[in-house]
């Protein structure tokens, strides 16, 4: 194990991580394949979606592509629907159509239950907007249901069902994130997780108010897997969150509690990263790179963030900053962490850049031929 760093935070033992991001390329032959892939990547479930999804993954369709969008957009609005008709019934609110014509046109709706600091002023308000980030269209107010421990925010749009909760809660439709060093905060959490049981079984997280009911129980410095969720009660947090990143739920402990990482693939390539997280967002604050005797190291910027609720905000956050550097190194000449790294270093931090899944071929040792290409590609 590495020694503990400088800030206290404790650096993981050196083992192989799994991340879970992958390119796929060629031809798809069925509408699963494009939504599981929709679904892994948090596209949108439309016809844009679907476009995005080809040129990012840089795919082929054997299907006519507005029959296999129809088949995404009606398998997205299921997937809005379920979870919203429970909620409706949780919360006492008639059914109420305009919303479903509003979710098959493509609109956002939002639903906020708030109960702000005047009394009587407490209310549950169902919004539908034409998209994220344009104003209301529509309002219906209902209730507030006093039996909800905290305010809600739960948005429904293009496929995906999100909620937010003042505790922490984070969650969408497979995904689940809540994080805390307040224990009233693990037991308004656990009773909305248990209130919005039905809720949260449709958005496909099966047994999260269990999940947190262990999490409850569990001792400082304890961290294991229950069920799909990772629990951790690690320095000052109680953490949970659905799915693994770096394959190990230790190391996610470690990880989670903003504290720093140290993976090892070799006796000469290093990787040490340390990210905040907190509410939606996964924040770097630094990650290193040694390759032999030679060391860069990227600070964060404001531009070094990525959402909790991605399969693997890790990857995607640290392959951002390192491009971030190369395009102000190309631009100025002036980023002090590239100025002095060699060609050979240039050329591995290219070649992770590069990579969909590079923790991966580190792990598997076959990111050698790309950092080989990248040394090459200039000759």
Same mark, same amino acid.
């Given at each position: 194990?590495? +020694?503990p760093?400088?800030?206290?935070?404790?650096?993981?033992?050196?083992?192989?991580?799994?991340?879970? $991001?992958?390119?796929?390329?060629?031809?798809?032959?069925?509408?699963?394949e494009?939504?599981?892939?929709?679904?892994? $990547?948090?596209?949108? !479930?439309?016809?844009?979606?679907?476009?995005?999804?080809?040129?990012?993954? $840089?795919?082929?369709?054997?299907?006519?592509? &507005?029959?296999?969008?129809?088949?995404?957009?009606?398998?997205g609005?299921?997937?809005?629907?379920?979870?919203?008709?429970?909620l409706?019934?949780?919360?006492?609110? +008639?059914?109420?159509?305009?919303?479903?014509?509003?979710?098959?046109?493509?609109?956002?709706?939002?639903?906020?239950?708030?109960? +702000?600091a005047?009394?009587?002023?407490?209310?549950?308000?169902?919004?539908? *907007?034409?998209?994220?980030?344009s104003?209301?269209?529509?309002?219906?107010?209902?209730?507030?249901?006093?039996?909800?421990?905290?305010?809600?925010?739960?948005?429904?749009?293009?496929?995906?069902?999100?909620?937010?909760?003042?505790?922490?809660?984070?969650?969408?439709?497979?995904?689940?994130?809540?994080?805390?060093?307040?224990?009233?905060?693990?037991?308004?959490?656990?009773?909305?997780?248990?209130?919005?049981?039905?809720?949260?079984?449709?958005?496909?997280?099966?047994?999260?108010?269990?999940?947190?009911?262990?999490?409850?129980?569990?001792?400082?410095?304890?961290?294991?897997?229950?069920?799909?969720?990772?629990?951790?009660?690690?320095?000052? &947090?109680?953490?949970?969150?659905?799915?693994?990143?770096?394959?190990?739920?230790?190391?996610?402990?470690?990880?989670?509690?903003?504290?720093?990482?140290?993976?090892? !693939?070799?006796?000469?390539?290093?990787?040490? !990263?340390? !990210?905040?997280?907190?509410?939606?967002?996964? &924040?770097?604050?630094?990650?290193?790179f040694?390759?032999?005797?030679?060391?860069v190291?990227?600070w964060?910027?404001?531009?070094?963030s990525?959402?909790?609720?991605?399969?693997? +905000?890790?990857?995607?956050?640290?392959?951002?900053?390192i491009?971030?550097?190369?395009?102000?190194?190309?631009r100025?000449?002036?980023?002090?962490?590239?100025?002095?790294?060699?060609?050979?270093?240039?050329?591995?931090?290219? *070649?992770?850049?590069?990579?969909? $899944?590079?923790?991966?071929?580190?792990?598997?040792?076959?990111?050698?031929?790309?950092?080989?290409?990248?040394?090459?590609?200039?000759?």
């Amino acid at each position: 194990m590495y +020694p503990p760093d400088s800030s206290g935070g404790i650096t993981a033992p050196s083992r192989s991580p799994v991340f879970l $991001n992958s390119r796929v390329g060629g031809i798809v032959s069925e509408g699963e394949e494009v939504i599981e892939l929709l679904e892994r $990547n948090r596209y949108s !479930f439309d016809p844009g979606g679907v476009r995005a999804l080809m040129e990012s993954y $840089n795919l082929k369709l054997r299907e006519d592509f &507005y029959a296999l969008a129809q088949v995404v957009v009606e398998e997205g609005f299921k997937r809005m629907a379920t979870p919203l008709n429970k909620l409706w019934d949780i919360l006492g609110i +008639p059914s109420l159509p305009e919303v479903e014509k509003s979710l098959k046109d493509g609109k956002t709706v939002r639903v906020w239950c708030v109960r +702000p600091a005047t009394k009587g002023q407490e209310c549950t308000e169902v919004s539908i *907007a034409g998209g994220l980030g344009s104003g209301p269209s529509e309002r219906h107010r209902f209730p507030f249901p006093d039996f909800l421990p905290e305010n809600l925010d739960v948005t429904a749009g293009t496929g995906w069902v999100t909620l937010y909760a003042p505790s922490g809660l984070v969650a969408t439709n497979g995904r689940a994130f809540f994080k805390t060093n307040n224990q009233s905060d693990l037991e308004k959490a656990l009773e909305t997780a248990k209130i919005l049981r039905p809720v949260l079984l449709a958005m496909d997280l099966p047994d999260i108010d269990d999940a947190f009911r262990e999490l409850e129980k569990m001792k400082h410095g304890e961290t294991r897997m229950e069920g799909s969720y990772v629990l951790a009660r690690t320095g000052s &947090y109680w953490i949970l969150r659905r799915g693994l990143i770096l394959g190990d739920p230790q190391l996610d402990g470690v990880l989670l509690a903003d504290q720093e990482v140290g993976l090892s !693939f070799s006796e000469k390539m290093e990787i040490i !990263f340390r !990210f905040y997280w907190w509410r939606e967002q996964a &924040y770097l604050d630094y990650v290193r790179f040694r390759f032999g005797e030679e060391t860069v190291h990227l600070w964060k910027n404001g531009l070094s963030s990525g959402y909790v609720l991605d399969l693997d +905000p890790v990857t995607k956050v640290i392959r951002s900053r390192i491009e971030q550097a190369f395009d102000y190194h190309e631009r100025t000449g002036c980023d002090t962490s590239l100025k002095k790294a060699s060609p050979k270093m240039l050329a591995f931090l290219r *070649a992770f850049a590069e990579h969909e $899944n590079p923790f991966q071929a580190l792990a598997e040792g076959k990111l050698h031929r790309h950092i080989v290409a990248e040394l090459f590609s200039e000759i």
